[in-house]
């Protein structure tokens, strides 16, 4: 058994042995889903891909992607590859528009799954020993129930709280010795207000830990989480077609998120070319999945842009990083011409000033039809309480942005520094992009 705590073993396999394992397993699950789902069958037909020439995991590149709206066209259940016999549960991502994409679960999932939730938190720190409140919503959202059943596969006590009823969190984190707590970034920004308007003192508390992802979140917010409540905020990623949280995590290093690549083989391809992209160039990222029963996906386009990561991470850990999710490329608008992309503007912001840790993007048009950005944005505690010495420093800052934001994307931007929690705050994903503008 290696050094580290359970579950991480695989973590540190030696790689010609992680490739033996992927090569094997590609193989049977591309088997499976060829034979058990018609849609599939008719995929590769379409594009004129013959199955008999897929025999290793270097055939992967001949084979077609699989997107987003292929997921919703076959709803609700077009690309089961197992009986209905077989399956245990439903999730559903949480789409804006339309139908749902609903992925079927299998027990060899769910076990999979709360398997790499627990080798999560391995990484995080946590065993047997901690407490974890989790508040992330429940229900068809993978959140909840993943890093239950993987906090419970940890042997961690769960706390169930659930996404919201913020004073509830506060005491149950106080009062059941919570150590570690996971919920959407924006969220525990919206706990963190909460403590200090009550006068809540996190020094009481045994939280520890914080178990972040669902959304893009900054360094700029880790450092201001961490100071404010003196716990280490972990960076968690996953995504409903693929399984849920824990497809991949960031060690104690924060320098990229490892994936858990013996379950989910990750690639990244030119988004335009769809071409595959050697390690540590930036691109999209792209899954096939490994062991899944119920609902395979075989390069699965997740529009989540990022990198692979090509050094091994000082931690020793051979499965490889990803960069942290920045931006997705359907978060791309398109202002008189520009594609803007709220990652710019979050970079833009660090730049200048750590403090400035959220923002929201407003996209109007004037009286002449033409589009308008504007972001609003709030700051540290701290940053308050200097405007409140000195209001200039507000409307200073505030012009800064303006002209950086103007000079680094090249359209005008209007820049609000609204007051201390003026931006809604929500239990669940933020919503960055407010798009108001009339629609033909
Ligand atoms: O958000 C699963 C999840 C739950 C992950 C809880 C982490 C914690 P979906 O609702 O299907 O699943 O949304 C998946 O959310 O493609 C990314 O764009 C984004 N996302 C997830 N984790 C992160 C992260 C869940 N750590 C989509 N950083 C993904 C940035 C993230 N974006």
Not at 59 to 64: A, N, R, T
Request: charge should be neutral.
């Amino acid at each position: 058994m290696h050094k580290y705590a359970m579950n991480s073993a695989p973590d540190f396999m030696p790689v010609e042995r992680l490739r033996a394992i992927q090569n094997e397993k590609f193989i049977k699950v591309f088997r499976r889903t060829y034979e058990n789902v018609e849609w599939y069958r008719n995929l590769l037909a379409k594009h004129k891909v013959d199955p008999n020439d897929i025999r290793s995991i270097a055939d992967i590149s001949k084979l077609p992607f699989i997107v987003k709206t292929d997921l919703r066209d076959t709803y609700p259940d077009g690309m089961r590859a197992a009986p209905m016999e077989k399956i245990v549960r439903f999730h559903a991502s949480s789409g804006t528009t339309g139908k749902p994409i609903v992925v079927p679960y299998a027990q060899e999932d769910l076990d999979v799954w709360s398997e790499c939730v627990a080798r999560c938190l391995t990484m995080f720190g946590l065993d047997e020993t901690d407490v974890l409140q989790v508040g992330y919503g429940y229900g068809l959202f993978t959140g909840g129930l993943g890093l239950h059943d993987g906090g419970q596969r940890r042997g961690c006590a769960i706390i169930p709280a659930g996404g919201g009823n913020t004073t509830r969190h506060l005491m149950l984190i106080k009062d059941l010795k919570a150590t570690a707590i996971a919920c959407t970034p924006s969220y525990f920004l919206h706990i963190i207000d909460q403590a200090q308007k009550t006068g809540y003192d996190w020094k009481e508390t045994k939280l520890r830990v914080g178990i972040f992802g669902a959304e893009p979140w900054t360094d700029g917010m880790r450092q201001f989480i961490e100071q404010e409540t003196g716990i280490v905020a972990h960076d968690i990623y996953g995504l409903t077609e693929i399984s849920g949280p824990g497809v991949g995590g960031d060690c104690s290093h924060h320098a990229g998120i490892h994936i858990f690549e013996d379950h989910f083989y990750p690639e990244i391809i030119d988004p335009d070319t769809l071409q595959p992209l050697p390690d540590g160039e930036t691109g999209e990222l792209v899954f096939t999945t490994l062991d899944k029963v119920g609902m395979p996906v075989i390069r699965y386009r997740t529009r989540d842009i990022t990198r692979l990561i090509p050094e091994r991470c000082a931690c020793g850990r051979t499965i490889r990083r990803i960069g942290r999710i920045s931006h997705r490329s359907d978060d791309m608008m398109i202002v008189r011409g520009v594609n803007v992309f709220p990652s710019q503007i979050e970079s833009v912001l660090t730049s200048i000033d750590p403090g400035l840790i959220n923002y929201q993007i407003y996209l109007d048009s004037n009286e002449s039809g033409l589009a308008t950005i504007e972001v609003k944005l709030e700051g540290t505690p701290e940053m308050y309480a200097a405007f409140a010495e000195d209001a200039s420093r507000r409307e200073g800052l505030a012009r800064l942005v303006t002209s950086k934001l103007r000079d680094t994307i090249g359209i005008g931007f209007k820049t609000t520094i609204v007051d201390q929690n003026a931006i809604p705050r929500s239990e669940g994903k933020m919503k960055r992009i407010v798009d108001n503008r009339k629609k033909d």
